[in-house]
Nanobody, 126 residues
């Protein structure tokens, strides 16, 4: 059973940067399309970004693509999210998620990701 563990969250002032990491245990990381989602206060969990198991492309939420960058290192079973120019509205819990192995396409719906981490808190102060 794949297990995902996020890290790298914390508190930062507006305009600052954070880099989130996610490590997969007990699974073949290189076979999974990976994604980041977030849940901001009072809102539903929303898609942030995804990267396929091939690593050949990326997909972002339109409102975030200019500030966030998703990447992966299959040699380290690691997924990353570089977040720059952070805003107070970016405050929330950020989740790492994985599709089933060798999933087709580049999904962005929560239901396409059966494996989830526990989340890491990001707090951006003004």
């Amino acid at each position: 059973q794949e297990r995902l563990v996020e890290s790298g969250g914390g508190s930062v002032q507006a305009g600052g940067s954070l880099r989130l990491s996610c490590i997969m245990f007990d699974g073949k990381f290189s076979a999974h399309t990976m994604g980041w989602f977030r849940q901001t206060p009072g809102a539903e969990r929303e898609f942030v970004a995804a990267i396929p198991w091939t690593g050949e492309s990326t997909q972002y939420a339109d409102s975030l693509k200019d500030r966030f960058t998703i990447s992966r290192d299959n040699t380290k079973n690691a997924l990353y999210l570089q977040m720059n120019h952070l805003k107070p509205e970016d405050t929330g819990v950020y989740y790492c998620a994985a599709t089933n192995p060798y999933a087709r396409g580049l999904p962005s719906r929560r239901n396409d990701f059966p494996y989830w981490g526990q989340g890491t808190q990001v707090t951006v102060s003004s």
